[in-house]
């Protein structure tokens, strides 16, 4: 079968390898429809290897190159084990963390964050194929009026729902997300979702804030251009926001959330960052502020589907692109280069 699969920094290689072999009694192979290119991948494409091991992975035993992708739906061809509510033949999409499902965290339902966890598609093989194994008990059936092609954002849309979560946002609070690409955009849906009056975002690139428009944001802010902090401030008459959740990982930003947000306000970290990030001791002690951290998803992925069903969460302003498999690393550094063009993208094993 065709596996866009990744060797290395740069080296992402349209290859020609073996079928998946039978799941094991933990595992489910699954036929793709779509896989969602996520920023993760771009950054491994860029200058990785970041998630990816060089060596066998601890708990998968699978290492490069392997074949990117974690935001999949497709139809299951085999179930290494019971599913209950799944058969051969239906269609899913897939929770695509693999977890060790006997560790401390692991037993009180927390797989997300087990110490020895790893996703489809940096860990293991993944969905940009024709096929994958994914974890058995990750498998979500899709109603029918949930299409293959919107399945696969639930994922994304998941790490949205969960940082919402995290941050406990209540209906009525004025919540600022910093940073409107993918992540910073499933975050504004689930918050509107959670019933927020004021939504305002943070975004440098105009082509993304253009996106934004149109998908119940109250106000859209080039930081650039504007005192952020300042403008939310006198939006929320003079208290700021309840909620500041960062979806760029950039570690100054991290530190003007904690500067922004009302006193007695969360700040949630949602964005994949490293560095330090500094900032006064007091700014969180005698503002009774709180910083979180967001990994992730935890049995979110059902709930995207069950909104998405219901007609409660329409994630089409999301999906700006549907590519062929085929289109392999030149679509990769196509995105790379122009970051505002698109939010999120899929692509299909099967020719569109
Ligand atoms: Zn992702
Ligand atoms: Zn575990």
Known sequence: MKALRWHGKGDLRLDDVPEPTAPAPNEAVVEVAWCGLCGTDLHEFLDGPHMIRTGPHPLTGQGPPLALGHELSGRVVALGGPA???????????????????????????????????????????????????????????????????????????????????????????????????????????????????????????????????????????????????????????????????????????????????????????????????????????????????LGYNFDIPRVIGLMSTGRLDPAPLLTGRFPLSAGAGLFAELAADRARHLKVVLTPKGL
């Open 84 to 294: 209950p509510g799944i058969e051969v033949g239906d269609r899913v999409t897939a929770d695509p963390v693999w977890s060790c499902g006997s560790c401390w965290w692991c037993l009180r339902g927390d797989y997300h964050i087990c110490p020895r966890s790893g996703s489809v598609g940096l860990a293991s093989p993944g969905g940009f194929a024709e096929l994958v194994t994914v974890p058995l008990s990750g498998l979500t059936r899709l109603p029918d009026n949930v299409s293959d092609e919107h399945a696969a954002l639930a994922e994304p849309l998941a790490v949205g729902l969960h940082a919402v979560d995290r941050a406990g946002v209540r209906p009525g609070d004025n919540v600022l997300v910093l940073g409107g690409g993918p992540i910073g955009t499933a975050v504004v849906m689930a918050a509107r979702l959670a019933g927020v009056s004021g939504l305002y975002v943070s975004e440098p690139l105009a082509g993304r804030r253009e996106l934004l428009h149109g998908i119940g944001v109250t106000e859209v802010f080039d930081p650039g251009a504007t005192d952020v902090r300042r403008e939310v401030f006198l939006r929320t008459a003079r208290i700021g926001p309840d909620v500041v959740i960062d979806a760029t990982g950039i570690p100054a930003l991290a530190a003007q959330a904690v500067a922004t947000v009302r006193r007695g306000g969360r700040v949630v970290l949602a964005g994949v960052g490293h560095g330090s990030v500094e900032f006064d001791m007091g700014q969180l002690v005698f503002y009774e502020r709180s910083v979180l951290g967001t």
